[in-house]
Nanobody, 121 residues
Framework: QVHLVESGGGLVQAGGSLRLSCAAS????????MGWYRQAPGKQRELVAR???????NYVDSVKGRFTISRDNAKNTVYLQMNSLKPEDTAVYYC???????????????WGQGTQVAVSS
């Protein structure tokens, strides 16, 4: 089994910063793409940022210039540095990873349990 455990959410004032972490544990061969998604109340889950094993990144337009995704492949961990936070960033943030359980297997998508980020105005 593979587990993704997120940490770092919380309550912050507008303009503040938070750093989310997500560590993968369990039995697997390799982790491919990793990413962060978020879901605000009454809205669909949306991609926030994604990063490949080689470090290529993409972001949703609303966070470009404010959020930075990074990863430590040796620790199987992905991070999301969130600066200049806005009230509209308030959501539950979910970690996502494409995991290859054994050599030659197809990648399987895993999700973390979610961490709440609340930004007050």
């Amino acid at each position: 089994q593979v587990h993704l455990v997120e940490s770092g959410g919380g309550l912050v004032q507008a303009g503040g910063s938070l750093r989310l972490s997500c560590a993968a544990s369990g039995s697997f061969f390799r982790i491919d793409d990793m990413g962060w998604y978020r879901q605000a109340p009454g809205k669909q889950r949306e991609l926030v940022a994604r990063i490949t094993t080689g470090g290529s990144r993409n972001y949703v337009d609303s966070v470009k210039g404010r959020f930075t995704i990074s990863r430590d492949n040796a620790k199987n961990t992905v991070y999301l540095q969130m600066n200049s936070l806005k009230p509209e960033d308030t959501a539950v943030y979910y970690c996502n990873a494409e995991v290859i359980r054994r050599l030659g297997a197809l990648a399987v998508e895993y999700w973390g349990q979610g961490t709440q980020v609340a930004v007050s105005s």
